[in-house]
């Protein structure tokens, strides 16, 4: 007989709908697990599929050698964080390959919806709404895909999030001891987060000062007791790999990933704005002119040099930096990374054409319309115009609220991040896609779905 007093049960009796969503966040990301383990066809495939950007690799070398490297054990690596890799080696040395681990990355992946229905009722009390955005997040083709590939974005994307609940509590938190809770929860999340992806490094100041401004504006006294807690817990979070870099290479930096990108990206994509040239001959030219080999070691040591060519040819073409720009900013809320899941899931051959949406005001799309729209290469664009709609509701509504004065802290706190993440996507040119915006999916929907209620009333997701 079930006990109806067990915590749990009550839980799951009284929010039936959010537990729904969960269970279809985690069937799709199983469904697609298969998908995606069936079109590799063997276990080596599978993992050269699903991995990217080195983590696993340094993961793999770890947990074999003891090294940090990505395959040359004496070829240390400081461009990638040692969050994930650690995590991978763990499974890999206890149970011999990454299943367990993709399992655990489907549950948490399958949680978060969970955290953004959470994130919702503290934008508005609209339960609806608040359902209708975590549905939207556990659906999202490229989320499902994400959950089933080694690499960051979930672990950090749920340690974001986290940070952000802990954030939007300590709003609310009217005792010393919940501010000092809130207070290190949320530097502990954000620590976590920023050893997983260095990404959120730069935010930890921007949002310490963002929280100083918006409190002097609003003329509210700043908690510099809570804020100081934070900052400290963060700092001794990442402190341990600052040491680890001024050990190994006598420079106290974090991750050389600033510099790499900037060099590796922005300048070649400006010099092809510039020169009118595709991205990767612009790119080549640009390694060939500077006798950088591909295969070079970019460490923290180095980094500033690469730093230093790479800004001197991006200041030297201000107007290829601004058309760069406008372009990764507006890649940054559009693109959709459709092809990706259909490519590893095998619904489509990788490498079948992808059809861009400047393509299809040619007249020779025009003329085949028909067999575009019976073709999965029309899915892409339908996503594409789903990604653009998302992002000019969320706008819509930030401007909405702006202008009848109605900017809550969460809102305004939602704005800043996207914000953020938008304008640190700028230095990665031309290579800028759809999972650099992942982090922050969760806030475009939430948004842009009050936005949705706001010029249509008649959906009634506010009752």
């Excluded at 007093?5 to 839980?11: L, Q």
């Excluded at 680890?244 to 790499?260: D, G, L």
């Excluded at 290469?377 to 709609?389: D, E, H, M």
């Excluded at 819509?396 to 609220?401: C, E, S, T, V």
């Amino acid at each position: 007989m079930i006990n109806t007093n067990n915590p749990i049960i009550s839980w799951l009796r009284n929010n039936k709908i959010i537990v729904f969503i969960i269970v279809l966040a985690f069937v799709l990301r199983i469904a697609m697990l298969f998908a995606v383990y069936s079109n590799a066809g063997d276990y080596s495939q599978f993992i050269e599929n699903i991995k990217a950007d080195g983590y696993y690799d340094i993961g793999y070398t770890l947990a074999n050698e003891g090294v940090f490297a990505i395959d040359d054990v004496e070829v240390l690596d400081s461009v990638r964080t040692p969050g994930y890799p650690l995590i991978v080696a763990g499974f890999l040395i206890a149970f011999g390959s990454v299943w367990f681990l993709l399992i655990v990355q489907i549950f948490i992946a399958s949680i978060i919806p969970l955290l953004v229905y959470r994130l919702s009722l503290y934008v508005s009390e609209y339960k609806k709404i608040a359902y209708a955005s975590a549905l939207v997040f556990a659906i999202e083709p490229l989320g499902v895909l994400i959950s089933v590939r080694l690499l960051t974005e979930i672990f950090f994307t749920g340690l974001f999030l986290l940070f952000t609940l802990f954030v939007f509590r300590f709003f609310y938190s009217y005792t010393n001891k919940a501010q000092i809770l809130n207070s290190v929860f949320a530097g502990i999340s954000l620590g976590a987060a920023t050893l997983i992806r260095p990404t959120t490094l730069y935010f930890i100041p921007f949002i310490i000062i963002a929280y100083i401004l918006y409190r002097f504006i609003s003329k509210q006294i700043i908690n510099w007791r809570s804020l100081s807690i934070f900052a400290i817990v963060v700092i001794l979070i990442l402190s341990p790999w600052y040491y680890r870099n001024y050990k190994t290479y006598e420079v106290i930096k974090f991750s050389a990933i600033p510099q790499q990108v900037m060099f590796w990206y922005l300048a070649p994509s400006v010099l092809a704005v510039e020169n009118d040239i595709a991205f990767r001959e612009s790119q080549i030219s640009f390694f060939e002119k500077e006798g950088f080999n591909g295969d070079d070691n970019f460490t923290v040591e180095n980094a500033s040099k690469y730093q230093e060519r790479a800004m001197e040819v991006i200041l030297e073409n201000p107007i290829g930096l601004i058309r760069v720009s406008l372009t990764s900013m507006s890649t940054f809320f559009s693109h959709d990374g459709v092809f990706d899941v259909l490519h590893l899931s095998g619904v489509i051959d990788p490498e079948q054409e992808i059809i861009t949406l400047s393509e299809l005001f040619e007249g020779s799309i025009f003329e085949n319309l028909n067999d575009i729209i019976k073709s999965p290469l029309a899915i892409g664009v339908l996503f594409r115009i789903f990604w653009v709609a998302i992002s000019l509701l969320f706008f819509a509504y930030i401007i909405l609220l702006a202008k009848k004065r109605k900017l809550s802290k969460e809102v305004v706190f939602i704005f800043i991040c996207v914000l953020y993440f938008a304008l640190t996507t700028i230095s990665n040119g031309y290579g800028v896609n759809a999972r650099f915006r992942f982090p922050i999916n969760a806030f475009l929907f939430i948004i842009a779905i009050h936005s949705l209620q706001s010029f249509v009333p008649r959906l009634g997701l506010n009752r």
